[in-house]
Every structure is written in C-alpha cells, then in structure tokens.
C-alpha cells in the first residue's frame, strides 16, 4: 500500500481507505448499501489492515448512528493500529440543535461519537456540510478547544463550496485556529466537477481529498451496460435518486472506454476507475465501500500497478464534459488559457 500526506499536514494515509457506510445499514439509504454486522465488519477490517488500509472513513448520520457502533465494536483490541475518520453536521433528528456546526452540536457530537466508536479520539474529524447559520469564527474556535482537549487530531471538510473553504481557512489564519486539511469530495470518471474549482483550492492551499463514491454512485462496478437495464440486485434501483446525476449516454461512453481498457489490461472496471483517481493532482486517499468480501478484495486490485499515459489520456478524452462558466473560456480561448496553467 502507498501511503500519502494529507493534503498539507505531517499525517500520513493509505492510498486507499475504507468507508464504512455499509456497516449495521438501516433506513430507505443506508440498508441498501450495506447490512454488515460486527462479525463481518470485524473481518473487513481484518482483511483491510493486512493489505496496509488503515484509515476507516464513516459518519454519525450512517444508520443513525449504527455504522460507528459496528465500527467501533470491529476495531476493538486494534485502535492503535489504524486511523479513524468520521464526519458531522448533517441533521440527526428534528431538534432545533439537531443539525449544523453550532458550539453546541459540535462539542456533544464529537462526546457522542467517541462513545459509539469506543475511542478517546478522532483522528479526522470533517464538518459533512457548510452551516450558513453559525458564525465560521464560532465553528472554527470550537474545534481549535476540541483538538486542544485532544479529542481531534486533524479537521476537514466535505460538500463544501470553495468560498465557504477559504473563508473559513482565512479565518483560521487571523486567529491561529486549525486550518483544514483534508476535503472529503465526490469525485468519479462519471462526475469530475471537482476539478473545476476545488482541486486547483487543493493544491493552492493544501487540502487532500479523501474521494467518496469513487465508482460514480455504483454505476461503474461493472455491471452496467449500453443497451441493458440496470442488473437486479443493484442498488441504483433504490438509491438512484440520493445521490448525483449522470446523463445515461455519458455513463456509457465510459464505460465502454473502461471495458476496453480492462479487455487490454486484464484488469476488472472497479480497478481501471480506481486506479485513474489515484493518479489525480490532490488525491490523498480514494475511499472504497464493500457489503463483502468478494467486492473489497476486487477494489484493492486498484493498487499496485498504475495506467499509462495513453491510456489515462484515452479516460480523460471518454469523461471529458463542457466546462462551466467562468472556467470554458480558459479551455477554448488563447487568450484565456495563457493566463491559466493547465494542472491536469
């Protein structure tokens, strides 16, 4: 396993990591990710720290709660051996400080947390979304008491805009506070808005992203075809609607790119898509998911081996979509683009 600074810190994680949104699932989302109970969570983990994966990525809304419970029972006798990451900020309920980064919320769900994890610390603690209600100075100087009191170790983000991470880290500056260092992004063959704005922040200012759903929501595992329907048993039937769109022809033309590159290299899809993030500017870690064995032992075939430049060019060409504005004249204008160094 290669292993990678966060973003612009001294903390070093796995090329891959695990995410644990597939432990004890419940609910119209999360159940059909995944169901693991503490046996079978306890044998990922087992099979992750063998192959060198030792950060574990989850959150307090996973199943309520229940993915760091099964985490946290999994990882028993093994605490010092790997690394945890969980994120808050997302509503639990429909208590008026039930959601949101207040001081309030932060300073109970982090107690909260470590007591479902079964741990005195966060290794990687991340605000799963920006809350435009609370002040940033107040959110910031609470997790500075936090890390201060030894209950975090680093900060992140993830689902933030780009000005709401530089506002927050300018904040940071003027009063000393933790800057963030990790940003906990979706990012896929099938959804590359990360590069538009958020990469070139990452690299400016120091964030590595930890890259969530790097299979586009379950649609390149694979199983999805030009021409066919979606596979009984895949859990786009249900979970389609919950996460980010692609437009249907778009998803087929690469997936038809990654099913030629996996007949000439040997390779399965899942690892074709994988290993293209892990050679792109920023990327810390790449957080994989498996409701089993089988599929985890296929997704650390990612690692190991790496593309050729043609054949990452060949994915970059199939993936590629129109920029948004104010980013399209800079790739199609000279003027434009000799102003702005190409990072990719």
Sequence with gaps: MEYRHLGKSGLKVPALSFGAGTFGGSGPLFSHWGTSD??????????CLDAGITLFD????????ASEEVLGEAIKGRRDELLLSTKMSLPLGDGPNE????????IAGVDAALKRLGTDRIDIFQLHAFDAFTPVEEVLSTLDRLVREGKIRYVGVSNFSGWQIMKSLAVAEKYGWPRYVANQVYYSLVGRDYEWDLMPLGADQGLGAMVWSPLGWGRLTGRIRRGSPIPQGSRLHETASFGPPVPDEHLYTVVDALDGLAEET???????ALNWLLQRPTV?????????????RDNLGAVGWALTGDQIARLDAASAVTAPYPHFPYRRQEGFARLDPPML
């Design 38 to 47: 503490v046996a079978e969570a306890r044998r990922l983990v087992d099979i």
């Design 58 to 65: 989850t959150a307090d809304v996973y199943s309520n709660g």
């Design 99 to 106: 959601a949101g980064s207040s001081r309030y919320r932060l």
């Design 266 to 272: 040997g390779r399965t899809v899942p690892q074709i």
């Design 284 to 296: 810390s870690s790449v957080i994989i998911g498996a409701r089993n064995e089988m599929q985890l």
